[in-house]
């Protein structure tokens, strides 16, 4: 490489990563993997190293992270929040055990730790109080998110015991994968665009402005480094075991360590046992145990000297972007689909990615034809991480997010401060059409199960619903003889679906029965934006029918628990619309509840202020029906179980986890028949 072609590619690694750092710590929104990330910088580092003079003063090789967000306080921190250096080499590995030991001159002690996929916090207590949450930012100074850690339930706001001087703990702050996929099912229904993934959610989270909304989210915690010296303590696990006694969350799979064969058995063990955590880990953290021998060998300008993580590198495959198409799901929302030439990774065959969006498109500057890098993200989900561009062929065009809507040509519409294109054809377009039927007959909403197996898309496309009202008005006649053949998928045979007598009066019989659905449920099934099965019941339970919710105001709607502009809005909108007025007076004629019948509302406070947790399957009642019954008599349904728990409601199969989580926190385990004692039913 000539000093000119130094120079060149220096300026551009330099820009790239600062493009990269800003969209990892500021939009919350990386592009890459860390390790393309990792390799960037290193070669970064290695380039500056050899040619000083082409050295950039704003180079990121000499900061630790990147700009702050604008929305919180600045604050800086008072002992440094330096990352720690990465690799993805066990050589380097065996590297930084014998620099350390060479300097100390002696055998040294580690302590091994699990490395969390989530976001850097540093909590400060003043006389055991906690008065202080602040991100990482750009190592030096970072941002004020009290309000929201706050809303944590797994971090303390007083410290267990009598600990009077000021003490600052640095942790993590993450989404387990459970709450994640709850999260984004949620966000789904509600047509918000889901979450990559469960880091980008809770940095996401700990980063909106309403304390409130933060509290809803399911994030976690596990503290792992005190910055500062602790009375009577001299070493990394001692301080650890120090924090734990104050009632900070510290993780239990944690190793003392005293040769390399023991590290790499702890690193070798979580490469396989993460497949079975709760949450997501990217690697493993090893420290030097003793804090006189950290202070003695010290830091860079980024990292300490005395520990390193190790990252375990995601199978990663090169394969061909043969094309992109764009799929319109319920809500509008467009999602770019890539198809890629078939290629095996992590045991399975991928043939398709998501690029979830516009943006992405435009920061990865993918184009047809090129070769792609391709992971499994969080194992689960394949995505484009990156392009071959020495594979590129001449000539390859950039890509041109669609415009139009590519089912019914509407032109697409993208609102101020979200990463999503929509198609605002909602009552014309056929995929929204289908998807809000769909949505109409599901479960948890009309749950009428004879229509599932694809038979809406067969009255969709024979022109017999056009929307929820429809169904009520179909005959014998109508369905009878219907039938269309699917095309048969990789490995399959093509499928017939057939509407004969059988079928047809299930489905009549399914659409009566849905009449007695009651109205929480009815209101949920009709797809209003931001009204999902919670939202819905809270407003039925309000509002008592759907005529009073037609008629509130904007005031009278955010009064409402848990109902803030952006649903308020989305309700107005909806029933300004004539043809939603008109269903709804159609749906009224067939008898469908639009309105709250006295039984339906809480029949008794016996179980006012008490929390529940439901687990497992029950002799007597769905689950559903279990929740129903708590609301019903006052109580409320929690998801997960915390100190704050009064009950765990457990039926056959309950979960062990959960089990042992109350069992270890001392919240009672009632049977179906003890709740039934409990409301008087029994």
Avoid at 9 to 26: A, F, G, K, P, W
Avoid at 343 to 349: E, H, K, N, R, S
Avoid at 496 to 516: A, H, M, P
Avoid at 655 to 672: D, F, Q, R, W, Y
């Amino acid at each position: 490489m000539t000093p000119e072609e130094a120079k060149k590619r220096i300026e551009q690694l330099t820009r790239e990563l600062q493009r990269h750092n800003y969209n990892y710590y500021v939009l919350n929104n990386p592009v890459i993997s860390d390790y393309e990330y990792d390799m960037m910088l290193k070669e970064l580092e290695e380039l500056e190293k050899k040619y000083p003079q082409f050295k950039l003063p704003d180079s990121p090789t000499q900061r630790v992270g990147a700009d702050i967000t604008k929305e919180f306080k600045t604050v800086k921190h008072k002992y440094p929040m330096l990352s720690l250096a990465n690799t993805y080499s066990e050589g380097e590995v065996r590297d930084f055990l014998n620099r350390v030991e060479k300097a100390v001159g002696s055998p040294v002690e580690y302590v091994c730790e699990l490395k969390y996929d989530g976001v850097a916090i540093s909590l400060i207590y003043n006389n055991g109080i906690l008065v202080q949450a602040v991100t990482r930012g750009d190592g030096i100074q970072g941002d004020d998110v009290t309000n929201n850690v706050k809303t944590i339930r797994t971090i303390p706001l007083r410290l267990l015991g009598d600990y009077k001087d000021e003490l600052e703990v640095r942790g993590e702050i993450f989404m387990p994968r459970e709450g994640f996929e709850k999260l984004n099912r949620e966000r789904e229904e509600i047509g918000e665009p889901p979450f990559a993934n469960p880091r980008n959610a809770a940095a996401g989270s700990i980063k909106m402005q309403d304390p409130k909304e933060v509290a809803k989210r399911p994030l976690d915690n596990f503290m792992y480094y005190v910055p500062h010296d602790l009375p009577g303590v001299e070493t990394h696990y001692q301080a650890l075991q120090f924090i734990k006694k104050l009632g900070l969350k510290v993780s239990n799979n944690i190793a003392l360590c005293k040769t390399e064969k023991e590290i790499f058995e702890f690193i070798n063990d979580w490469d396989e046992g993460r497949k079975n955590l709760p949450f997501d880990i990217d690697g493993i953290v090893i420290k030097v145990n003793r804090i006189d021998i950290q202070k003695k060998l010290g830091y860079t300008a980024k990292n300490p000297r005395w520990a390193i993580a190790y990252k375990f590198k995601a199978e990663r495959v090169e394969t061909v972007l043969l094309s992109i198409e764009y799929q319109v799901g319920r809500t509008g929302a467009v999602t770019p689909v890539a198809n890629l030439k078939p290629v095996l990774l992590a045991g399975t065959v991928v043939k398709r990615a998501s690029l979830h969006n516009a943006d992405i498109i435009a920061q990865l500057d993918v184009r047809i034809g090129d070769y792609v890098f391709v992971e499994k993200g969080g194992e689960i989900i394949p995505k484009i991480v990156g392009v071959n561009l020495e594979k590129r062929k001449p000539g390859a065009k950039p890509v041109k997010f669609i415009e139009y809507c590519p089912e019914c040509g509407t032109k697409l519409v993208r609102k101020e401060g979200e990463a999503a294109y929509y198609c605002p054809n909602e009552d014309a377009c056929p995929p929204q059409i289908k998807g809000k039927l769909e949505h109409f007959i599901s479960r948890k909403a009309m749950n009428i199960e004879s229509l599932g197996e694809g038979k809406i898309e067969i009255l969709y496309d024979k022109g017999l619903v056009k929307d929820p009202a429809d169904l009520y008005e179909l005959t014998y006649d109508d369905l009878y003889g219907l039938e269309k053949v699917i095309p048969a998928g990789e490995g399959e045979k093509p499928r017939k679906i057939s509407f004969r007598e059988k079928t047809v009066k299930n489905i009549l019989q399914g659409i009566e029965n849905s009449k007695k659905v009651p109205f929480p449920r009815v209101l949920y099934a009709l797809g209003i934006r931001y009204v999902g099965e919670t939202v819905a019941k809270k407003l039925a339970y309000h509002f008592k029918s759907i005529d009073a919710l037609k008629s509130a105001s904007f005031e009278e709607l955010v009064v409402v628990e848990d109902i803030g502009e952006k649903i308020a809005e989305s309700v107005i909108k909806w029933f300004e619309k004539p043809s939603h007025i008109d269903m709804i007076e159609r749906l009224r004629k067939h008898g469908v509840q639009l309105e709250l019948k006295e039984e339906e509302n809480v029949v008794s406070d016996v179980l006012e202020g008490k929390s529940f947790v439901v687990s497992g399957v029950f002799e007597r009642h769905s689950r559903d029906e279990i929740k129903e019954l708590i609301e019903k008599y006052g109580g409320k349904n929690v998801s997960s179980i915390s100190s704050k728990t009064d009950y765990v409601l457990a039926g056959d199969k309950m979960g062990p986890v959960k089990k042992e989580k109350a069992e270890k926190l001392g919240i009672p385990i009632i049977s179906e028949e003890e709740f039934e004692k409990m409301i008087g039913l029994a």
